[in-house]
Nanobody, 123 residues
Framework: QVQLVESGGGLVQAGGSLRLSCAAS????????IGWFRQAPGKERDFVAL????????YYADSVKGRFAISRDNAKNTVYLQMNSLKPEDTAVYYC????????????????WGQGTQVTVSS
């Protein structure tokens, strides 16, 4: 069982930055794939970025590549999402999720989810 808690969301102007945190419980944190997803009102939950903490392998959605960076601190059981050059279209609730097996961009492949944190980018 893994419990995930996101933090770091807020209101920021376009062009600004935010860093989201995903704190995970459990001593096997580094064996999980951690994904970040986002969901805007009335839209589906979309993949943003993912990392396998044990290898630091990463993968990004094209829409955030070059602007967002995922990183981890295994000692703190935490994965971060640094978001730079934010755009109004990045506005959404951001979720982190975990699965044991595969590096996947499909939300239904993830077994554990956090409660989400709101990111609002004003123009």
């Amino acid at each position: 069982q893994v419990q995930l808690v996101e933090s770091g969301g807020g209101l920021v102007q376009a062009g600004g930055s935010l860093r989201l945190s995903c704190a995970a419980s459990g001593r096997t944190f580094s064996t999980y794939v951690i994904g970040w997803f986002r969901q805007a009102p009335g839209k589906e939950r979309d993949f943003v970025a993912l990392m396998r903490p044990s290898t630091s392998s990463t993968y990004y959605a094209d829409s955030v590549k070059g602007r967002f960076a995922i990183s981890r601190d295994n000692a703190k059981n935490t994965v971060y999402l640094q978001m730079n050059s934010l755009k109004p279209e990045d506005t959404a609730v951001y979720y982190c999720a975990a699965n044991r097996l595969i590096m996947t961009t499909t939300p239904t492949d993830y077994d554990y989810w956090g409660q989400g944190t709101q990111v609002t980018v004003s123009s």
